[in-house]
């Protein structure tokens, strides 16, 4: 029976369609900031305004000891939100978009993306210690499921669409197009080929386009330039250091990958999922205060932005103060995920990279200063390594901090220290803090990209040779009597004068032991008619795609300007033929 595929639609269409995703990504973006910074003030401050800076330390409010009670009662209408209509906008939000890539064709479910919204924005406005980018990325990948299945397309354009929804997510919030471009890559896309690469590079751009729109074009942290080592050649010690730092962050970063996977077990203990919530948010509101009160700052609340600003401009540079914000910040975020708050991983990481680098640095000042390492370029590399030790995403990593800083010198140690982020992390925890949760539910997804080599083969490459050329009106128990001697499996070509009537797998050793048995049964009866054609100079994808479109378990290779003629016939392909060729093409890869 031939298979209905979805229809395809052409470069162009889907790269305006990407286009067109980016765009609203990027009014997504700024709608969602405006929403955050309108909850934020209404929870902290009492005040109905949409004027918020992250960066900025939030002010002590009016509520005093009542502060504690506002993460609860976020927790409530979050709660409500997921559990009664959209369960998969619980967590970070990227787990679910690469389960649908991997696992649903690209399908999320439009709902998704506006109790995303509103959820999250919930979370963050009310201090859960949650990113903004997590469900930004969900959100804009939800936009382009959307649209991919209101449009007839094939899966992997749909897919597409969803990688650069992604992508123009992550790109419009931190306003960095390369580092939306990377994220995708690395770890949305399945395909890497001119038809998938400038649809997410269109919407990366349109999104960051319109985010500048709105936020200006400077960049996520400022950070004066008297205060980067990164102005002083690199010395052979300070590499080292960097070298020593990222090892130390992979061993943070596994700590954050077990931990909320643990943390979410843990909370899923408690069945009632209002409960659970709320009483994560109220350990969560109890060390806001304990903050308030001592410092008379909230330091883990929210995205954090605020405490990474002044690690960044040399304001805080205490190494025990920093250390123990990076703990905070760690807890802060494990009991607000673990108990259901909706938001994202990134800030967090970017905070406690942030910390403990700035602790690193600060500390190898204090105790004898290196030529091109400090506080501020510490804290910075910091970042960068516990972003790729924890999502497993080096170039990302590299590229996001290169261009929230705008320092080109930071580069070379953001490698090394991301490196060996990855390294360390991957020595403890195969999986990253979005595959665990993956992996936990039986969905294992690629960990690396390996160039598919196969596919890219011949046909006359791959084909079977030995195959055998018979009459349709050929009687099926003379056929096997006349190959029984050879035995073992044969593929029959069957010709119905010059046309190509189908194809035959059959065990030729069939008849021994049936000799007297007289079925009268030709094979054109029980030749396979479900089989398509190709050309010894195609290459096995085209021959893999016109197999699936039309159902067919084998092809038929005939000779370069052939019409498909019986005596054009060269070899035939099966499934079992392109499984090894898969075979073939993994050997080198598989020590």
Do not use: C
């Not at 077990?265 to 001592?294: C, K, Q, S, T, W």
């Not at 079925?519 to 795609?545: Q, Y």
């Amino acid at each position: 029976m031939k298979i209905r595929l979805p229809q395809r639609i052409g470069l162009v269409r889907l790269s305006l369609l990407a286009l067109v995703v980016g765009l609203v990504a990027g009014v997504g973006a700024v709608v969602f900031r405006a929403l955050i910074g309108l909850l934020h003030n209404i929870a902290f401050l009492g005040l109905f305004s949409t004027n918020y800076d992250a960066s900025l330390f939030t002010p002590p409010g009016r509520w005093g000891v009542f502060i504690i009670l506002v993460p609860v009662l976020g927790s409530i209408l979050v709660t409500f939100l997921i559990t009664k209509f959209a369960p998969e906008a619980r967590g970070h939000g990227v787990p679910e978009v690469m389960d649908a890539i991997y696992y649903r064709e690209g399908v999320i479910r439009p709902v998704v993306a506006i109790v995303k919204s509103v959820a999250s924005a919930i979370s963050i406005g009310t201090g859960a210690a949650v990113g903004r980018e997590g469900p930004i990325i969900q959100i804009g990948a939800a936009l382009g499921s959307t649209l991919g299945q209101i449009i007839r397309m094939e899966p992997w354009q749909r897919i597409t669409l969803v990688a650069a929804g992604a992508g123009a997510g992550i790109a419009a919030t931190f306003n960095t197009p390369i580092g939306g471009v990377m994220f995708a890559i690395e770890l949305m896309m399945p395909e890497l080929s001119a038809r998938t690469f400038l649809p997410v590079a269109l919407a990366t751009g349109a999104a960051t386009f319109v985010g500048r729109i709105f936020f200006g074009i400077h960049p996520a942290f400022a950070i004066p330039a008297t205060l980067l080592s990164s102005s002083h050649q690199a010395t052979l010690a300070a590499l080292l250091l960097f070298a020593l730092l990222g090892a130390l962050i992979g061993i943070a970063a596994t700590a954050f990958v077990r931990g909320l996977s643990l943390a979410e077990d843990v909370f899923e203990r408690i069945d009632n999922p209002y409960l659970r919530h709320a009483l994560g948010m109220f350990a969560l509101g109890l060390l806001l205060y304990a903050f308030l009160a001592l410092s008379g700052r909230y330091y883990v609340e929210g995205v954090g932005y605020a405490t990474i600003q002044a690690i960044l401009t040399g304001n805080l540079e205490i190494p025990a103060l920093l250390l123990l914000l990076s703990v905070a910040k760690l807890a802060a975020t494990l009991m607000s995920l673990g108990s259901g708050a909706s938001g994202g991983i990134f800030s967090p990481s970017l905070f406690m990279g942030a910390s403990l680098g700035g602790a690193f640095g600060a500390l190898v000042t204090a105790v004898h200063p290196i030529d091109g390492f400090g506080t501020t370029t510490a804290a910075i590399i910091g970042m960068a390594a516990m972003v790729g030790g924890g999502t497993g995403a080096a170039m990302t990593a590299v590229t996001m901090i290169f261009e929230m800083t705008r320092d080109y010198d930071l580069v070379m140690p953001s490698i090394i220290a991301v490196a060996l982020a990855i390294g360390v992390r991957r020595l403890l925890s195969q999986e990253n803090i979005y595959t665990i949760k993956l992996v936990g539910r039986g969905h294992k997804v690629p960990k690396a990209m390996h160039a598919n080599m196969f596919l890219i083969r011949s046909a006359s490459e791959v084909m079977e040779r030995d195959f055998i050329l018979a009459p349709a009106d050929a009687d099926l128990d003379e056929f096997l009597r006349q190959h029984g001697a050879s035995g073992g499996m044969k593929y029959v070509v069957v010709a119905n004068n010059n046309h190509i009537a189908g194809v035959l797998r059959i065990n030729t050793g069939l008849r021994r032991g049936l000799e007297s048995a007289h079925a009268k049964v030709r094979l054109g009866d029980v030749a396979n008619r479900t089989f398509t054609l190709a050309r010894e100079g195609d290459v096995v994808f085209d021959v893999v795609r016109r197999m699936s479109r039309r159902g067919a378990a084998m092809a038929v290779v005939t000779t370069t300007n052939a019409r498909g003629r019986p005596s054009q016939i060269v070899g035939v392909i099966s499934k079992e033929h392109i499984a090894d060729s898969v075979s073939d093409s993994i050997r080198p890869f598989a020590g």
